[in-house]
């Protein structure tokens, strides 16, 4: 076919070697690599045998030949970085005085850097939404570490390049037209906002804009998108964004929720700037998505000046009649960041009612939802809605230690049955996070089957937390640095117990209950205690910590006790 055809042009050879690439591929032959074909192609070329082996006297100097094989070298790059395999064929392509570069060669180079190597060449999809996935499951310190996925090096090279011809090379190819755009996403990718800003200038210099081809607003989206990512001065992008809107662009909601990220990430954003974009939403018809309404939601409860208050509220209830039209589903996030509103704008009722929507999604209520209307609630003196949320916040597990409670109750003018029924609530919970990481070491190093195991407390109770266990467990674990004559047999076994009693001790007998119903534990429990053996009889122990008005007298004539571990003395 290749042989029968009378007229070869740039498209042509790289359909051809595609081809060859699939046969190879079929044929899995280790002897043949598709990096070793076209390190094969271009020396062929270089010392003059392409015509030899291509029959490519029709070919002649053709760029887009040599732009082809740019673009195919580089997805079979191997083990050869595709950037450094692009420009040693655009080295050689000038060496070699056969073609003059274009932005379609430059296009194909920038194709090496945001492709990354992975992608299929016609496939224009690119692993940097892959990356920017990733990055969501980091911690924060992580993610403002890892903004840039790839070097900007090659980027500024040649967008240094450009700035320095007096004139950008014409318009010959229609992929000339992609130049632009794959600067601007590679500017994205590089999260470097210094060459997003150069590209933007090169384009308006001179009247450039028609080099974007017929579609600008990728470019333009891009280019936004860029500075917000890049985490500008938030005037920068306002100033830019004023440029931009709606002249050339009419952004879509991806760009809005990025726009919305950035405000959140400002410290002192403009007054009014969150009413002023979302006039701009409504005006142009942006489309409102679930993950639009979360960062706009979140936007809202960031901004505490009390000239936005109402300005936010009025937003959000509008976004919130939007929301029920289209029948959008809520995040947790979303129903968290509405409720700070109400509570923002002195919405007691309001928050209250809102807390049923997560019933509604089936998932139980943020600490930081319950705090906001409980805050609320104590302020307006609103008994029965306290003791509620208080009820709430130990239902599902939360911790809040005696001293905020008691806060609380001051404010709210709490009955002393009240109190009484509050703190009640708080002792039934029983691990807090630290202490359900304890008891499953305990379990661990026991090495205890699930059938001895028993009744295990559900998650809720687990992270559930007396008032101040934290504290106890530092405390305790101070302590037991201190006794090492413990036997090596069974060290791991008495140190959780001794740990368990501690809590017992300090925290009340509600927690022996519990741990009185794990038939693991009582079997360990009866184990250790056997191989104890006291040194002094009970009716010594009882005379030991008898108190007396005697006691003083009496003190040198009473036994001297050996000292023996403290699981003894908390029996």
């Known amino acids: 076919m290749f042989e029968s055809m009378t007229i070869k042009d740039g498209r042509t050879y790289e359909a051809m070697v595609l081809g060859l690439l699939k046969v190879l591929e079929q044929r899995n032959d280790p002897a043949h690599s598709p990096a070793q074909l076209f390190s094969i192609h271009i020396q062929l070329a270089v010392q003059g045998d392409f015509e030899m082996l291509w029959y490519g006297r029709q070919m002649g100097e053709s760029t887009g030949t040599f732009n082809s094989l740019v673009r195919i070298a580089v997805v079979s790059s191997g083990d050869k970085t595709g950037t450094e395999l692009a420009l040693g064929l655009i080295r050689d392509m000038v060496a070699i005085g056969m073609v003059n570069i274009n932005l379609s060669s430059h296009y194909s180079i920038l194709r090496a850097i945001i492709g990354d190597f992975q992608s299929v060449i016609t496939s224009r999809v690119y692993p940097y939404w892959d990356e920017k996935k990733a990055l969501k499951l980091k911690s924060r310190e992580e993610r403002k570490s890892s903004k840039s996925v790839a070097n900007p090096a090659v980027l500024d090279m040649v967008i240094t390049h450009l700035e320095s011809l007096p004139k950008l090379p014409p318009l010959e190819d229609p992929e000339d037209a992609f130049f632009f755009r794959s600067a601007m996403s590679a500017a994205l990718l590089c999260a470097d906002a210094n060459t997003g800003l150069r ?168 600490f930081s939802a319950l705090l906001h209307v409980l805050l609320l609630a104590a302020n307006h003196m609103d008994q029965y809605k306290v003791v509620k949320l208080f009820e709430m916040l130990a239902k599902y597990g939360y911790s809040m230690n005696e001293k905020r409670r008691i806060g609380f109750y001051h404010t709210a003018c709490l009955s002393l049955s009240d109190r009484r029924h509050v703190d009640d609530l ?84 509600a927690l022996l209950e519990l741990f009185a119903s794990f038939p693991g534990f009582r079997a360990v429990f009866s ?14 122990f009882l005379q030991t910590n008898h108190k007396s008005k005697k006691s003083k007298s009496s003190s040198k004539s009473r036994p001297k006790l050996k000292k023996t571990s403290p699981h003894f003395f908390m029996i």
Request: proline residues 5%.
């Open 199 to 366: 590209t933007y200038n090169l384009v308006e210099k001179q009247s450039n804009s028609s080099f974007l081809g017929e579609k600008r607003a990728p470019f333009y989206s891009t280019f936004l998108m860029t500075l917000a990512t890049a985490d500008v001065p938030f005037p920068l992008l306002y100033h830019y964004y004023n440029e931009i809107v709606p002249e050339r662009l009419r952004p879509k909601s991806h760009v809005y929720h990025t726009l919305f990220n950035a405000v959140i990430g400002t410290n002192t954003p403009d007054p009014g700037i969150i009413s002023k974009l979302y006039e701009d939403m409504r005006r142009h018809g942006v489309e409102l998505t679930r993950p639009l309404a979360r960062t706009l939601f979140t936007a809202l409860a960031s901004a505490e000046k009390p000239e936005d208050l109402k300005a936010n509220l009025e937003i959000m209830l509008d976004v919130l009649h939007w929301i029920k039209v289209f029948n959008l589903a809520f995040s947790p996030i979303s129903i968290t960041q509405v409720i700070r509103v109400y509570c923002l704008n002195e919405k007691l009722q309001d928050a209250w009612n809102f807390l049923e929507t997560y019933e509604k999604i089936n998932c139980h209520p943020s």
């Open 426 to 509: 708080f002792k039934t919970c029983v691990f807090s996070t630290n202490n359900a990481k304890s008891m499953k070491g305990l379990i661990l190093n026991l090495n205890i089957t699930r059938q001895q195991r028993g009744w295990i407390p559900s998650r809720a109770m687990v992270h559930g937390t007396l008032q101040g266990c934290h504290e106890d467990n530092q405390r305790t674990r101070d302590a037991q640095r201190t006794r090492t004559t413990v036997k090596k047999k069974t060290w791991k076994a008495e140190t959780h117990i001794n740990f368990i009693f501690q809590m017992v001790i300090y925290r009340g007998i």
């Open 527 to 540: 184990i250790t205690i056997m191989k104890r053996k006291p040194n002094y009889s009970q009716s010594q």
